[in-house]
Nanobody, 124 residues
Framework: QVHLVESGGGRVQTGGSLRLSCSIS????????MGWFRQAPGKEREFVIG????????SYSDSVKGRFTISRDNAKNSVYLQMNSLRPEDTAVYYC?????????????????WGQGTQVTVSS
């Protein structure tokens, strides 16, 4: 089992920044690919960004390219999501996810472990 805990959410104004963290515990070797997803009110959960174990492969949603970056520190069993130039449409619950795929895919089904989520609210 892999246990994921997100932190760092909050409220920020348009144009501001937030850094989310995801702490990984348990069978960390199962957390090969890591991804961030988000779910806005009334919408389906969507892929945001993902990173491979080695950090060589990174996948982005077009909506966050150039604004969000992902990084991981395997020694600290942590993954980070740096969000800059935030917009009201970025408001959502953000979920950290872990999977055994060698590359970070956009499909939820490739991620077998999920955190509880952290709320990000961007006010205009």
């Amino acid at each position: 089992q892999v246990h994921l805990v997100e932190s760092g959410g909050g409220r920020v104004q348009t144009g501001g920044s937030l850094r989310l963290s995801c702490s990984i515990s348990g069978d960390t070797e199962r957390a090969y690919a890591m991804g961030w997803f988000r779910q806005a009110p009334g919408k389906e959960r969507e892929f945001v960004i993902g990173i491979s174990w080695s950090s060589v492969r990174i996948s982005y949603s077009d909506s966050v390219k150039g604004r969000f970056t992902i990084s991981r520190d395997n020694a600290k069993n942590s993954v980070y999501l740096q969000m800059n130039s935030l917009r009201p449409e970025d408001t959502a619950v953000y979920y950290c996810a872990a999977g055994q795929s060698p590359i970070p895919t956009e499909s939820e089904t490739d991620y077998g472990y999920w955190g509880q989520g952290t709320q990000v609210t961007v006010s205009s």
